[in-house]
């Protein structure tokens, strides 16, 4: 049976908007507020906040390029054996 979809949908719209709401703070509204301010203490150091998506995005593309890379190898193979059974 299962969780509703719209359960579902609605958590991930609740994640999506807060982790908006959260990176958006962090990286844009924070460098205006002095190092004092007691919203610094909530958030990694701002650094972070241009290499975790920097890191994300290459362990994505790597992801991916792997995923294509395997799914090609293994049609490849597919490809040989049909071959191979034709020829014998």
């Known amino acids: 049976q299962g969780i509703s979809d719209k359960l579902v949908g609605g958590f991930f719209l609740f994640v999506a908007s807060f982790v908006f709401v959260y990176y958006t703070t962090w990286a844009i509204f924070l460098p205006f507020l002095p ?7 909530h958030f990694p150091p701002r650094e972070w906040a241009v290499w975790g998506p920097a890191l994300l995005l290459v362990l994505g593309v790597t992801a991916i390029g792997l995923f294509i890379g395997m799914v090609m190898y293994r049609e ?5 054996s049909k071959a191979a059974m034709k020829a014998a």
Do not use: C, I
Not at 35 to 41: I, Q
Not at 76 to 80: I, L, M
């Open 35 to 41: 190092p004092s301010h007691p919203l610094h203490d």
């Open 76 to 80: 490849g193979q597919k490809k040989r």
